[in-house]
């Protein structure tokens, strides 16, 4: 694994709409460090070299020019993003001018995947041409039918995480398409344009994707931890 390339797509466009300030989410600051630091500096340590694009709106490039230059975050470039996910992950991965081996494409506000996570995604997906974080749901589930609703076997459902990491010949050809509506993640993209069938790979309970006011409290002592414990 260690020989191989990496390349990182790191999807930064929120509008922090959901977590109720003016601030972008992915720039609000977790334990001191804005979340997006924190991403790009976790995917620095895990792959040494890597070339890691940071996917922004145009009108919030100018700002984290200005606002990561206060912080010290590991060398990436910036990609403009599109008017859906989809199309911000597409300009990611054409910024990638580079040959790599394989591209990990992660969202900008999951700032606590582990870098042994990272790595273990990577050595599944040079393996298998693809690797998805999942984890085993712990809530119970009911499918609503026109008739009312019936419970759903959990053992049968897993959690979609990211990063999700791909060969990099298959997750470029993915994505040489149109936008679709049932897009869902890279992933589904992946399923609906090519024969390839992805593999499933272990996720992490503290690698969460922040998006509300509540989410930023577990972030916080998620980070108070990892900090303990260095």
């Not at 996917?55 to 010290?72: E, G, H, K, M, T």
């Not at 081996?101 to 790595?119: K, N, T």
């Not at 149109?178 to 344009?193: G, I, L, N, R, W």
Request: aromatic residues 6%; proline residues 3%; neutral net charge.
């Amino acid at each position: 694994m260690e020989s191989k390339r990496v390349g990182v797509v790191i999807v930064a466009g929120g509008s922090g709409s959901r977590m109720g300030g003016s601030m972008p989410k992915q720039f609000a600051l977790v334990d001191g460090e804005p979340i997006l630091v924190r991403t790009i500096n976790n995917f620095a340590k895990a792959f040494a070299g890597a070339k890691i694009v940071v996917v922004l709106p145009a009108q919030q490039i100018d700002f984290w020019r200005n606002y990561s230059a206060r912080f010290r975050v590991a060398r990436h470039t910036i990609a403009e993003g599109g008017e859906q996910r989809f199309h911000s992950v597409k300009s990611g991965i054409e910024s990638i001018t580079e040959y790599v081996d394989l591209i990990a494409i992660q969202d900008g506000v999951r700032p606590f995947a582990s870098i042994e996570m990272l790595r273990a995604t990577a050595r599944c997906a040079a393996e298998h041409g693809s690797a998805i974080p999942v984890v085993e749901a712990v809530d119970s589930f009911r499918e609503v039918t026109a008739e009312g609703s019936q419970i759903i076997d959990r053992s049968k459902l897993r959690v979609v995480q990211t990063p999700q990491i791909f060969d990099a010949s298959l997750i470029r050809a993915a994505y040489d398409t149109h936008y679709q509506p049932s897009f869902t993640d890279d992933a589904s993209v992946v399923e609906s344009t090519t024969t390839h069938r992805v593999t499933l790979c272990a996720g992490e309970r503290n690698n969460i994707k922040i998006t509300t006011p509540d989410d930023m409290v577990i972030a916080e002592a998620i980070a108070r931890s990892i900090r303990g414990a260095e």
